[in-house]
């Protein structure tokens, strides 16, 4: 997981750029891997599991939540 606190970021779309408070946001990183056979192991991540609104850089949207799952095999 990750904690950012409130920071500050520029709005370019003004003139003089105007700063902007950004707030404070928790995001949550959950992985897992299972080793199912000898050679095979199976995977599985989740990225902002609460799918947390956040802004990083003023006027950008953020990631949502995003699952991955995966498959290694180690054949000889």
Known sequence: GAYVG???????????AARV???DYTLLHCAVRWRAARH????????????TEYRD???????GRAFTLGIEGQFR
């Open 6 to 16: 409130r920071h500050r970021d520029f709005d370019f779309a003004t003139f003089p």
């Open 21 to 23: 408070p950004l707030a």
């Open 40 to 51: 095979v192991s199976i995977s599985a991540r989740v990225e902002n599991a609460g799918d």
């Open 57 to 63: 850089v003023y006027g950008y949207a953020s990631a």
